[in-house]
């Protein structure tokens, strides 16, 4: 058996029609686009054509497209120049506590420098209310910053209401869609976002490559300085393989969006129907329905996450503990926290992340291992023995 990957939320294989449009642009086509000479002319009009690409795919102009290196620029920027662009307005963001750390530790940093920041509570499903946005925004509030859907638990929040009244306040709206881009339909006019980040490698584009979506009219400062690309917005010379790859992937992502979405939510509620059935003492973490097609997120009493991946990791079924970016420390993830999972319980949760090519026999194979997995380590748990024993007695 080849490994089965479902990780695809913390990094996606680069699709090999975004590898071939590419090529060119690291080999014979290596011009700088910002040159003035013939060697800059096919960069030049390949950078065109993949920010009117990405453009069309979000019913956005593609003036509105600023290419960056990735999610993170994408998020730091949207939030630290809003921050200095309106100071003198206010110095009051709002963010969900479920938020990306690249969200949360950059709206840390603002607070240091002054700013007051609002971490809006989720409910158990890890939706935001939009009666209790609408409480937290104040004359002083310049920005609401809340993510598309969530890279752990895959809910999808309410993006266009939050637009509206955003508006309705005339508060500045970003949303984070890192996670969203390339999986599910976005409209940056008809969900009246302002901003978005976007990051290439989770839709089988390239890493190192993102962009931010700004609206036009937002006077938004440069983060990075120093030369002219990105109409002086964003300086640094262009990415141009990460841009036409990133491109190319959006452009198939969008293309085979609305049957990927069938085939996807398919096998990740028969992944999640055969978990709910097959492994006692689990929960499903996030919204049943209102979740990216690709993600299931289970917490499983009397195990820990690192153990499971261990054992299933033997097996080459490779999954996650929840953010890539969070593994290695020892803190349950804030998100699980957020929706009200115990600590402990917190600790024994783990996400698979699919995408367009998974099969239902890796699929079942993966079920298989996990429960697997999720036996082996519970055997070893003198909780779980006691546990069982209770209900035995009882
Ligand atoms: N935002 C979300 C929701 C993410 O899931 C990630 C990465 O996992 C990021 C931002 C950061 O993206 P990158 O690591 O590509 O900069």
Redesign the pocket.
């Given at each position: 058996m080849e490994p089965v990957y479902l990780d695809n939320?913390?990094t996606s294989p680069l699709r090999k029609e975004a590898l071939e449009a590419m090529m060119p642009y690291l080999t014979e086509e290596f011009g700088n686009p910002s040159s003035i000479h013939g060697a800059s002319k096919g960069p030049r009009t390949a950078v065109r054509e993949a920010r009117d690409t990405i453009a069309k795919t979000l019913n956005a102009d593609s003036s509105e497209i600023y290419f960056t290196s990735?999610?993170?620029?994408s998020?730091n920027w949207a939030l630290i120049s809003t921050a200095q662009m309106l100071a003198d307005k206010g110095k009051h963001i709002i963010v969900s506590a479920i938020e990306?750390h690249?969200?949360l530790e950059t709206a840390d940093y603002l607070k240091k420098n002054g700013y007051e920041i609002t971490r809006l509570p989720v409910d158990a499903d890890g939706l935001i209310s939009l009666e209790e946005l609408e409480k937290a925004i104040r004359p002083d509030t310049i920005l609401i910053s809340i993510?598309t859907a969530?890279?752990e638990i895959g809910t999808i929040e309410p993006i266009a209401k939050i637009g509206k009244l955003a508006h309705e306040h005339g508060v500045l709206f970003h949303t984070?869609a890192?996670?969203a881009y390339g999986h599910i339909p976005i409209d940056v006019k008809a969900m009246e976002i302002d901003m978005l980040?976007v990051?290439g490698?989770?839709f089988g584009g390239p890493?190192g490559i993102?962009f931010l979506y700004v609206r036009k009219g937002i006077r938004l400062p440069p983060f990075m300085h120093g030369g002219e690309q990105e109409s002086g917005r964003r300086a640094g010379t262009t990415n141009v393989p990460g841009a036409v790859g990133m491109a190319k992937a959006a452009e198939l992502a969008h293309a085979e969006m609305s049957d990927d979405i069938v085939k996807m939510t398919e096998l990740r509620d028969h992944y999640i129907e055969r978990v709910e059935k097959e492994i006692p003492y689990c929960k499903l973490n996030g919204h049943r329905t209102k979740r990216l097609p690709g993600n299931a997120n289970f917490s499983f009493s009397f195990v820990e996450g690192e153990s499971l991946l261990m054992s299933l990791g033997v097996n080459k079924v490779y999954i996650s503990t929840g953010?890539?970016?969070a593994s290695g420390s020892l803190d349950p993830s804030h998100v699980l926290l957020a929706i009200g999972v115990p600590h402990e319980i917190a600790h024994g949760s783990v996400r698979v992340s699919l995408s367009e090519k998974t099969t239902l026999g890796q699929i079942d194979y993966a079920v298989d291992a996990l429960k697997t997995a999720v036996e082996r380590v519970r055997s070893l748990s003198p909780l779980y023995d006691d546990f069982i024993r209770k209900q035995k007695g009882a």
């Amino acid at each position: 058996m080849e490994p089965v990957y479902l990780d695809n939320a913390a990094t996606s294989p680069l699709r090999k029609e975004a590898l071939e449009a590419m090529m060119p642009y690291l080999t014979e086509e290596f011009g700088n686009p910002s040159s003035i000479h013939g060697a800059s002319k096919g960069p030049r009009t390949a950078v065109r054509e993949a920010r009117d690409t990405i453009a069309k795919t979000l019913n956005a102009d593609s003036s509105e497209i600023y290419f960056t290196s990735g999610g993170t620029e994408s998020d730091n920027w949207a939030l630290i120049s809003t921050a200095q662009m309106l100071a003198d307005k206010g110095k009051h963001i709002i963010v969900s506590a479920i938020e990306h750390h690249a969200i949360l530790e950059t709206a840390d940093y603002l607070k240091k420098n002054g700013y007051e920041i609002t971490r809006l509570p989720v409910d158990a499903d890890g939706l935001i209310s939009l009666e209790e946005l609408e409480k937290a925004i104040r004359p002083d509030t310049i920005l609401i910053s809340i993510m598309t859907a969530n890279n752990e638990i895959g809910t999808i929040e309410p993006i266009a209401k939050i637009g509206k009244l955003a508006h309705e306040h005339g508060v500045l709206f970003h949303t984070d869609a890192v996670q969203a881009y390339g999986h599910i339909p976005i409209d940056v006019k008809a969900m009246e976002i302002d901003m978005l980040s976007v990051s290439g490698h989770k839709f089988g584009g390239p890493k190192g490559i993102g962009f931010l979506y700004v609206r036009k009219g937002i006077r938004l400062p440069p983060f990075m300085h120093g030369g002219e690309q990105e109409s002086g917005r964003r300086a640094g010379t262009t990415n141009v393989p990460g841009a036409v790859g990133m491109a190319k992937a959006a452009e198939l992502a969008h293309a085979e969006m609305s049957d990927d979405i069938v085939k996807m939510t398919e096998l990740r509620d028969h992944y999640i129907e055969r978990v709910e059935k097959e492994i006692p003492y689990c929960k499903l973490n996030g919204h049943r329905t209102k979740r990216l097609p690709g993600n299931a997120n289970f917490s499983f009493s009397f195990v820990e996450g690192e153990s499971l991946l261990m054992s299933l990791g033997v097996n080459k079924v490779y999954i996650s503990t929840g953010s890539a970016c969070a593994s290695g420390s020892l803190d349950p993830s804030h998100v699980l926290l957020a929706i009200g999972v115990p600590h402990e319980i917190a600790h024994g949760s783990v996400r698979v992340s699919l995408s367009e090519k998974t099969t239902l026999g890796q699929i079942d194979y993966a079920v298989d291992a996990l429960k697997t997995a999720v036996e082996r380590v519970r055997s070893l748990s003198p909780l779980y023995d006691d546990f069982i024993r209770k209900q035995k007695g009882a």
